[in-house]
């Protein structure tokens, strides 16, 4: 269930303020008695349950128009979408090394791991009708989202992957194999794996190569993509704790640039170097035009509002109160 108007909902927070604000403020009395002890015969000054019930209506009926106003409506929809037959698997680095900071975004600098979710996330979304599935890799790899059209899904398995998440080292190896076992599930007439790394294998039993001789063998294009500047990058070790200011050590570039080259031209993909922001954004793009793909993508959404069951509920409530207040609970004024 959804609100049309959500922001309606914040009027609830201001009940128990006006709860309080009604226990402090009411009319004198009428009469003035030096002691109850002169109308206990009258009353008994025991309360009634009566009141507790009536008022504890009222405000329920008041949270009930509120929500009324906000118009909850549920939402049903189908989506249907007429897939390309291209499967993609995205297989993305989460080694330590990704923490470097040698990119640019608005004047600002921004980690490899940050830069390569963002792109990333913009070419899920210009392929609604591919099957993509995610690899995260460091020290070994684990599918972080199986090949799926709910891209919704994948954009919040992508959003989830961090560093950290796995022991440090690089076993591109291990996340090509990972991949491939994916891939070679399912039937398609095209595959491919977009492979994104800083650095060179160094964990994992499978080499690259044997990995892409596998993939040559089950007809799997992979692209590479080796990511980061040329040369030495800013790596964050910690914020100074006098000046509050991140501070950074200088670490050497560790593409290995040569076997990711063998990798693509071995599988018919294509290998890329980004050592820049739009360099990584035009890398994508390309990829985007190379297997690119006609797809159908109609989406329906269905809204039963809400709106006329819960105000009429609230005036039930109301309606009641009255009732009772005005029969077997009356008050004498």
Known sequence: MTFAHPYVLLGLLFLPVLAWLKGKWGQSASFLYSSVELVRPVTGLRRSRAGRILAALRWLALILFIVALAQPRRVSGETQIKASGIDIVVAIDLSGSMASEDFQEGGHRINRINLAKEVLSKFIENRPGDRIGLVAFAGKAFIA????????????????????????????????????????????????????????NNAGKVSPLTAAEVAQTLN??????????????????????????????????????????????????????????????????????????????????????????????????????????????????
């Open 220 to 333: 799997v294009k992979v692209y590479t993509i080796g990511i980061g500047i040329r040369g030495m990058a800013p790596f964050p070790v910690g914020k100074n704790p006098y000046t509050g200011q991140m501070e950074y050590r200088d670490l050497p570039a560790d593409v290995d640039e040569e076997t990711l080259q063998k990798i693509a031209d071995k599988t018919g993909g294509k290998y890329y170097r980004a050592d820049s922001t739009d360099t990584l954004r035009r890398i994508y793009s390309e990829i985007d035009r190379f297997e690119k793909s006609e797809a159908e993508v109609k989406k329906y959404e269905h809204f039963d509002e809400l709106f006329r069951p819960v105000a009429l509920g609230g005036l039930g409530v109301l309606l009641l109160e009255l009732v009772l207040g005005q029969t077997v609970w009356r008050k004498l004024p």
């Open 145 to 200: 989202s199986p090949l799926t059209l709910d891209h919704d899904f994948l954009q919040a398995n992508l959003a989830r992957l961090r560093l950290g998440l796995i022991e440090d080292r690089t076993a591109i190896g291990s996340a090509l194999m990972a991949g491939l076992n994916r891939l070679n599930e399912i039937k398609s007439k095209s595959k491919i794996i977009i492979l994104m790394t800083d650095g060179q």
